[in-house]
Nanobody
Framework: QVLLVESGGGLVQAGASLRLSCTASGRTFSNYVVGWFRQAHGKERVFVGSITWGGVSTDYADSVKGRFTISRDNTKNTAYLQMNTLKPEDTAVYYC?????????????????WGQGTQVTVSS
């Protein structure tokens, strides 16, 4: 298992930027695909994006494509979610998740390691 801890959430105004971090410990981080998910109040947890083991390939939900960027630094055991041009509808608890080979990568059930989540609130 790998332990994941998210940080960087907060309250911002629409149009602002935030960068979330997901720091891992316990296993070799580079052996894991990282996914980012979010869950708005009263709604299901949904896919935001993912990044492959070495960071070569990324995938994004249509709702965030062009605004959010996922990266990782395996030397620091950390993945990042850069969020730009934030909108009120981006308000949610954001989770990072990791799995050795999650399939399909957009489905939360494909991941077996989860962080505790960090709240992002975007005011209009």
């Amino acid at each position: 298992q790998v332990l994941l801890v998210e940080s960087g959430g907060g309250l911002v105004q629409a149009g602002a930027s935030l960068r979330l971090s997901c720091t891992a410990s316990g296993r070799t981080f580079s052996n894991y695909v990282v996914g980012w998910f979010r869950q708005a109040h009263g709604k299901e947890r949904v896919f935001v994006g993912s990044i492959t083991w070495g960071g070569v390939s990324t995938d994004y939900a249509d709702s965030v494509k062009g605004r959010f960027t996922i990266s990782r630094d395996n030397t620091k055991n950390t993945a990042y979610l850069q969020m730009n041009t934030l909108k009120p509808e981006d308000t949610a608890v954001y989770y990072c998740a990791a799995a050795r080979d999650p399939r399909p990568r957009r489905v939360p059930g494909s991941y077996d390691n989860w962080g505790q989540g960090t709240q992002v609130t975007v005011s209009s």
